[in-house]
């Protein structure tokens, strides 16, 4: 029979103009009548997934389950717009194309 049980609760405050996540892990006892949940961590900060870190929650499930609470979603890597992506290829070209040392370092035949 399994004595602890943990639960878990997220939600958001807006303090100085800025979202903040509050992530709470508690330890409760089902076999025992009478014994409120007991805080055992809790996170605040402006990144959701901090905020979880900060409250030692790392089980994915939990995770997905609390983002689904508050509306969230998972973005991986860093938003960029494409016209700016086009820019570093298009300089990417230039400095290949009118720098032979440049290639050439990339082939390590040139001598620095």
């Known amino acids: ?3 602890k ?3 878990y609760t997220a939600y958001t405050r807006v303090i100085n103009q800025r979202t903040h996540y509050f992530v709470k892990k508690f330890d409760s006892f ?3 009548n009478n014994i409120p ?3 055992d961590s809790m996170g605040m900060h402006r990144d959701f997934l901090k905020a979880c870190e900060l409250a030692n929650v790392y089980d994915e499930a939990v995770i997905t389950n609390l983002m689904e609470e508050l509306e969230l979603t998972k973005v991986s890597g860093k938003v960029m717009p494409i016209t700016h992506l ?3 290829r298009r300089q990417e070209k230039v400095a290949s194309i009118w720098y032979p040392q ?3 370092s990339k082939l390590k035949w040139a001598h620095i």
């Open 1 to 3: 029979m399994k004595m």
């Open 5 to 7: 049980k943990n639960t």
């Open 30 to 32: 089902p076999g025992l």
């Open 37 to 39: 949940p007991i805080l």
């Open 86 to 88: 086009q820019r570093e």
């Open 102 to 104: 440049y290639w050439l």
